[in-house]
């Protein structure tokens, strides 16, 4: 027996009291790609509900799969209709409320009336207290990148229907593949606008010196002039035309960027590392961490980075009597350099911007910065990426 019907009843008599009186009950969402209840408020989303039948253990489902993939939901409760569960950017937020137990053993249902008022008050605050600082980057991660497959997954629903809707995002997608990627896919092209949006505003966050406000809007401000796709990119999402079926979602993360001192939690996270650069491969993790293998997206720590450049520098001074160890410029008998470097998965460039380092250090120490051609660097360093 089915109580959804019922459950969407009561939803409306709750939400009523505060004029809310839209409860969205989504058929495909027993697909599990999505919750199975949505209240808006003036096409703005409030809450989430996944519900579950009764006698399916919450506990199974907290710890699932299914549930990683909420972090992306400001807002969003767990119940099998006799229990309530309260997450907040997918962390547990509040107590669990119980409006009846069940008997597995005798399928039946003892009512706990006292709760319940409890759970419709717990509901409604629940949806207008959204303020709480985030306070991990690890966390952070988490939810950017449940916001970015949420963006991906529904440009693709969005995508292979014929919908005047779509007139903007068609337009984009079309433009991208005749100027940037000619064989570009809507898989590809729901994936590449995902990533550029969430992490495009992250950035945009890192750099704001404004703490006490955020949006879309800020964002485009915060562009610079010398990335002109990401501009244009960013006067699509802080433009009149953007998709309101996607601006919700964006404003939500900008509303969790604007509750976040995203700079001073970013950099205490990364520690050394470059926070712009290397956070990515966190964010990655949490938003498709197939792609991240596929990208060998894997930071190796600068204190690590910074040994392994010192131990060869240290290994060509003592063992190969290279006074100047990495800086040595000697050539062979036959014109190649006597040092070269390879740097096979190259990424983000860690290893060679600490040999850079080291070469540049050792001519300032002996007073002859005048023999620092950077340029001239490159032609003893071979950097490339590997895949499989």
Known sequence: MGYRADFE???????????????????KARQGNKP?????????????????????SLDKIEKSNQMARYF??????????????????????EEPIKIASYDLKNRTIAPLPKNYEHAAKTLLDFTQSQKEPIKSGKHLSKIMGGKAQRIRDNIRHFLISDSAQNKEL??????????????????????????????????ARYYDDSPDTFSRQEARDLVPASNPFL??????????????????????LCLVFQHADTKKLIEEYMGDADPVIHFYEDFLKEYDPDLRKKMGAYYTPLPVVRFIIHSVDQILQKDFNLENGLADTSKLPNGKHRVQILDPAVGTGTFISATIRIIYERLKKQGQEGRWPPMYIMTFYRACTVSN
């Open 36 to 56: 199975d209840f949505i209240v808006i408020n003036k096409d703005v989303p409030l809450l989430y509900i996944e519900a579950k039948d009764i006698g399916i």
């Open 170 to 203: 068609v337009h984009i997608y079309k433009a991208i593949k005749k100027m940037l990627v000619h064989d570009l896919t809507i898989d590809t092209f729901s994936d590449m606008y995902a990533q550029t949006l969430v992490y495009g505003l992250f950035v």
């Open 231 to 252: 501009q244009h990119f960013f006067d699509h999402i802080a433009g009149p035309n953007f998709d309101k079926r996607l601006s919700y979602i964006v404003d939500e």
């Open 72 to 93: 992306g939901y400001t807002n969003l409760v767990l119940t099998d209709y006799l229990e309530f569960r309260f997450y907040r950017n997918g962390l547990p937020y």
């Open 9 to 27: 009843i009561l939803l409306k008599g709750i939400f009523e009291s505060i004029k809310v009186k839209r409860v969205d009950h989504d058929p």
